[in-house]
């Protein structure tokens, strides 16, 4: 299959160690009997982080790592009638035949979120010997169907919480449909909830445990540096990725140099990168002719392979929708989980101590899992009696905006404090420091964990 640079892009991303899991009681878990590879595809403006947490589930429970892999593509073509073309069905059969030689196995099973089920349903249908090589499919929120997809087994699963603008509805005829309550779009895909009705579904087993389970000391981190929604790798020339140790109290770095380096190239593919687990870390993009984009997150518990660092062309993209200047900093911060901000029971994201997620900015009919964060206009004010316009309307869902100033220096002289409440948590936080770096030149990203647990 021929691929354009930035027209459609199927990219195999497959996990290549092997790692054993643990129990929670730290003995090892052996792998379910007669299990298949998994392959996930996303949704709209999505990608394979939409399985990160999913894909570490899945090895608490002894899958092998190498048995878990993500399909990716450019979903902004996603509305139009006629999605998904022909190339994009190709390159599913290729991540199949890569992961059916990896492991020897006979089948997958495939995972489909949002316009992933669209994807995964149209392949299905499209060839009997297509659907011949998927054991079961999942039908995560998305499409519904009056048939068995391919005449595949079927688990579909659907959100409880759903506003009205959100127009998804019916089930799969011939599956077995759960609806989870008190979970939204995104959430779907990535809740515990859906991690037990998967593996049952898939194994005929219940779980050992429905937690990622931390692996003590040396754990690998691996993923890829892509132009986003586009999923395409990074292609600037002397683009570079540093790792950087930093101290989880102020988000400065430790030590004069980075833990590693790489050249981001291709399909922007970096690491595996020898980390320790329970630690900071920053991960630096540098690009000639382009601000340095900073990604932060909260300590990794175990290895992980689905790490995604979404950056955009410089000039291009929503990110310049934002105000810079040498005075502040502007940050991205993600969850993939929506942010619930008019609800009984809401998230509480309190930057520098004031509450970005409110009922304006992240309401339930939003689905907010983004929020662009910046000085609006950089008059050094803050006003969050509304989002900013630009970011609450730039598309139906998924995004918002949010006018705080956050004081800045060139070089970083202080600390932005990121304190998460998640709904539902008891209270507990999800804390994330990171440096004031000034937006003339440098960008932030901050991503939080969509699950809560003692480490």
Not at 104 to 133: F, N, W
Not at 201 to 229: M, N, S, W, Y
Not at 396 to 413: K, N, Q, R, T, V
Request: aromatic fraction near 10%.
């Amino acid at each position: 299959m021929k691929t354009k640079l930035f027209g459609i892009l199927a990219v195999i991303i497959l996990v290549g160690m092997l790692f054993p899991a643990c129990a929670p009681g730290g003995g090892k878990v052996s792998p379910p009997a007669n299990i298949k590879p998994i392959v996930f595809v996303h949704g709209f403006a999505g990608s394979a982080a939409q399985f990160e947490s999913q894909a570490m589930r899945f090895e608490s429970n002894g899958y092998p790592a190498n048995y878990i892999a993500a399909y990716e593509y450019d979903s902004s073509p996603g509305l139009s009638p006629d999605f998904p073309p022909e190339e994009i069905l190709a390159g599913i059969d290729q991540v199949i035949d890569t992961v059916l030689k990896d492991t020897g196995a006979d089948k997958v099973d495939t995972i489909g979120h949002s316009l992933g089920t669209k994807v995964m349903q149209t392949y299905l249908r499209s060839s009997p010997e297509r659907a011949a090589r998927v054991a079961h499919y999942v039908n995560i929120d998305g499409q519904a169907s009056e048939d068995l997809p391919g005449g595949v087994p079927t688990l579909a699963l659907w959100a409880g919480q759903r506003p009205p603008t959100f127009r998804i509805s019916g089930e799969v005829v011939g599956a077995t449909n759960v609806t989870l309550p008190d979970v939204t779009h995104v959430e779907c895909a990535t809740c515990p909830e859906a991690f037990v009705e998967m593996y049952k579904f898939l194994t005929g087993e219940e779980p050992t445990t429905d937690k990622i389970v931390p692996q003590p000391d040396k754990i690998q981190l691996a993923g890829r540096a892509v132009i986003f929604p586009q999923n395409i790798g990074v292609q600037q020339p002397g683009a570079t990725l540093q790792i950087w140790e930093i101290d989880g109290k102020t988000g400065a770095r430790v030590g004069s140099q980075p833990q590693a380096t790489y050249p981001i190239g291709g399909t922007g593919a970096w690491g595996p990168f020898d980390a320790k687990s329970s630690t900071n870390y920053e991960f630096a993009l540098l690009r000639e002719g382009a601000y340095t984009a900073h990604f932060y997150s909260q300590p990794f518990m175990r290895s992980d392979y689905l790490i995604r660092l979404n950056a955009e062309i410089p000039g291009k993209g929503l990110g310049t929708h934002m105000d810079s200047s040498d005075h502040h900093s502007v940050l991205y911060v993600s969850r993939n989980k929506e942010f619930w901000g008019d609800q009984g029971d809401n998230d509480i994201l309190e930057i520098n101590g004031a509450n970005i997620v409110t009922a304006e900015i992240c309401p339930l009919n939003k689905l907010v899992i983004a929020i662009f964060v910046c000085d609006n206009g950089a008059d050094g004010k803050t006003d969050l009696a509304a989002p900013i316009p630009y970011f609450f309307s730039a598309i139906p869902f998924f995004i918002s905006g949010a006018d705080l100033y956050m004081p800045a220096a060139e070089p970083a002289d202080g600390t932005i404090s990121l304190v998460l409440t998640p709904r539902g948590g008891g209270g507990k936080t999800q804390v994330i420091n990171i440096p004031n770096w000034a937006s003339s030149n440098d960008k932030i990203a901050v991503q939080f964990d969509d699950f809560l647990q003692a480490e």
